[in-house]
């Protein structure tokens, strides 16, 4: 499964920005599809997921909860973030990544496919 993430870029803070998380892959919507990013000198964080199928189910840590959003349009094989209120510390590259399991996993070693990042950058 090969992912490419994209919608990244440069906002002030307080903006929003929606990133997207596109495949050719027919069944994308088999996967489980989280969220990461990473910081400079920092490890890779998780954001948030989406189960498969319908995305009924999604999980988010406190740093984010309430402020981004994941959703999924099978018919487009894609996964969106949508982040709102954005603050200088969600400045970082974001990486979507996908699991053939169920569960919803939070770290980085339950994810199997990974896309390329995309750089968001938020001024205060």
């Known amino acids: 499964v090969q992912l490419q993430a994209s919608g990244g870029g440069l906002v002030q803070a307080g903006a929003s920005l929606k990133l997207s998380c596109a495949t050719s892959t027919r069944t994308f919507s088999t996967y489980t599809v989280g969220w990461f990013r990473q910081a400079p000198g920092k490890e890779r964080e998780f954001v948030g997921a989406i189960s498969r199928w319908s995305g009924g189910s999604t999980y988010y840590p406190d740093s984010v909860k309430g402020r981004f959003t994941i959703s999924r349009d099978n018919a487009k094989n894609t996964v969106y973030l949508q982040m709102n209120s954005l603050k200088s510390e969600d400045t970082a590259v974001y990486y979507c990544?996908?699991?053939?399991?169920?569960?919803?996993?939070?770290?980085?070693?339950?994810?199997?496919?990974w896309g390329q990042g995309t750089l968001v950058t938020v001024s205060s």
């Open positions: 990544a996908a699991s053939t399991t169920a569960i919803i996993g939070r770290a980085v070693d339950e994810y199997t496919f």
